[in-house]
């Protein structure tokens, strides 16, 4: 059985930096395009960040590109999300995501990811 377990979460000023990490377990971590979703208070789900398995491609929602980075370590089965530049838009609970896709592509939909972590709260005081 998956699990996938966040951690990194916290309480930072805008123009901050934080470092969400999410650890895998449960099947084979390379083989499967990660991805970061977060969901703010009366909102739905949304696409933040995904990295590919295999050739490594990353993809970024709008709002966050050139502040957000995601990454992987295959060796630690550990998917991170550096953001810097944080917003007070930013806050939310921030989910870790694992899913099929082809080699090379990351999905941006919530339907392509079957796994998902419980969630690390993120606070942007302004």
């Known amino acids: 059985q998956v699990q996938l377990v966040e951690s990194g979460g916290g309480l930072v000023q805008a123009g901050g930096s934080l470092r969400l990490s999410c650890a895998a377990s449960g099947r084979p971590f390379s083989d499967y395009a990660m991805a970061w979703f977060r969901q703010a208070p009366g909102k739905e789900r949304e696409f933040v960040a995904a990295i590919s398995w295999g050739i490594t491609n990353t993809y970024y929602a709008n709002s966050v590109k050139g502040r957000f980075a995601i990454s992987r370590d295959n060796a630690k089965k550990t998917v991170y999300l550096q953001m810097d530049s944080l917003k007070f838009e930013d806050t939310a609970v921030y989910y870790c995501?694992?899913?099929?896709?082809?080699?090379?592509?990351?999905?941006?939909?919530?339907?392509?990811?079957?796994?998902w972590g419980q969630g690390t709260q993120v606070t942007v005081s302004s």
């Open positions: 995501a694992s899913g099929r896709a082809n080699k090379g592509s990351a999905g941006r939909r919530i339907n392509e990811y079957d796994a």
